[in-house]
């Protein structure tokens, strides 16, 4: 191994790279911003946003942001241990835990955040607003709000409904009687 070769300890992803302008008396300045996702790959993970005069600056100041507001995420094996759904200005995320092979079914910024995370199997859907920053930041805000469960409440969903479909007596639906009009009969 080289010497000079360094060994990240956070594998770090772009989500958005934008220049952004400001008017002023004298024409426009133009500057970068940066949307950076940080993650250990293993259950630590963080957004940042940074604004830098070129892409660089931009770029290590939305790293360090996002070194700095990292969360630990709960995990159970490969997924998350339940359904969840957060709103973050106009962005809403719901997460489903999914079985074991099932991959990451995610898009845009969502699906850096869970990957940095460490997370394989998963289900979620963007709502609302498409804006990158929102809803990487409404991802990471689900992500922290995940509670560990024990085993017994964690069983994934179809097992509850088939539970409590045998739980509940069929019933059969009796039908009312049709009423007919009956003909007087006179003598």
Same mark, same amino acid.
């Given at each position: ?14 989500i958005a ?45 939305a790293v ?10 709960? #995990? ?40 940095? $995370? ?19 930041? &409404? ?6 709000? #995940?509670? $560990? ?23 059969? &639906? ?14």
């Amino acid at each position: 191994m080289n010497p000079t070769t360094e060994v990240k300890e956070f594998e770090e992803k772009i989500i958005a790279l934008d220049r952004v302008t400001r008017v002023v008396k004298g024409g426009r300045r133009f500057r970068f911003r940066a949307t950076v996702v940080v993650g250990d790959g293993v259950s630590r993970v963080g957004v940042g946003v940074g604004k830098g005069g070129d892409v660089q600056a931009s770029i290590a100041k939305a790293v360090a942001k996002a070194k700095r507001s990292m969360i630990n995420v709960n #995990l159970r094996e490969t997924t998350i241990p339940h359904e969840i759904e957060v709103r973050f200005g106009g962005a809403r995320v719901f997460m489903k835990p999914a079985r074991p092979g099932t991959g990451v079914i995610a898009g845009g910024a969502v699906r850096s955040v869970v990957e940095a $995370a460490g997370i394989r199997d998963l289900l979620t859907k963007s709502l609302g607003s498409s804006n990158k920053i929102n809803n990487a930041y &409404a991802t990471a805000l689900a992500l922290s709000k #995940l509670q $560990a469960l024990p085993v017994k409440e964690a069983a994934p969903v179809a097992e509850k409904v088939e539970k409590a479909a045998e739980a509940k007596p069929k019933t059969t &639906a009796k039908k009312a009687p049709v009423k007919t009009a009956a003909k007087k009969e006179t003598k």
